[in-house]
């Protein structure tokens, strides 16, 4: 899972910069006076700014008159798409965007292939297949796919879902920016879920490190006694983590080795829907649609 310029620790500027300048017909248009497409541009800007940005940034890289980044910027802050730290007077995303990437994600125009996506792993692994993001700092359930077997685990979209002890929420942390990592971390100690569970910053530091370097997350019962879970990424046109895939299954017919048996095809379905995203990885799709064979 190679990628030239992945940034692990988050935002990629670099993939932003382009943003001032694409070809007429992308962003732009023969009459760019349009205050919409400006406002979406600076919109684009804060959401993939791995941090909290400048307005004075923003404008340099849009090429926006100060005075018409400074009465976007507001509109937008007043309809709470983004919000500007009273202390810092920098931009981020506000709760309205957030609110309204989560609905396009789950019923935009690639819902319809992930969903099919899933539902063909759920089938093959005989686990639950669940689509988690990151929302304000927290971990959520935003698609699942339950289990063909009989005994299956009960989650919903309301079930709160802990970034120290669950697959999707450590693999998300992990690659999450770092200031939000950091933030998250000083809230430590974490509540101790089961006997497994990590509690300590300098626990989860190391943990982190791990799923980084190995590229996917395991929660062998440490969110719930008798369940484990497999998560790896799923990553946007700048190789970024944006989302994570992950199986889940009662231990008892879903052992942590059995699930590292289905590594492959976990990584082959998040490739392909990555793909869907604007991830290109070679033969991504088809390697989804012909999985690796289990080991058994």
Known sequence: MEQSKHHPEGGNRAALR???ARPRGDWWCEDEISPVLKALRLLAYIAHSGEPVALSEITRALGLPKPTSHRLAGMLERARFVQKDPLTSRYSVGAKLEDVALVALRNGARAHTRRFLMQDLAERAGARVNFAILKSGK?????????????RVDLTAETPVPAHCSASGKLLM?????AIRERFLKSAP????????ITSA???EREFEVIRRRGYSEDNQEFLSGVCCLAVPVRNGAGDAVAGLALMAPAIGFSLAKARRCLPELRAC????SAEYGWHLPDARNRARTPARRQR
């Open 190 to 197: 974490f509540k101790a879920l089961t006997k497994s569970t």
């Open 18 to 20: 382009p943003l001032a």
């Open 174 to 178: 992990a690659f999450a920016p770092e």
């Open 139 to 151: 971990p959520m359930l935003v698609e699942w796919v339950e289990s063909v077997s009989v005994i």
């Open 202 to 204: 300098k626990g989860l």
């Open 270 to 273: 998040a490739d392909a829907i």
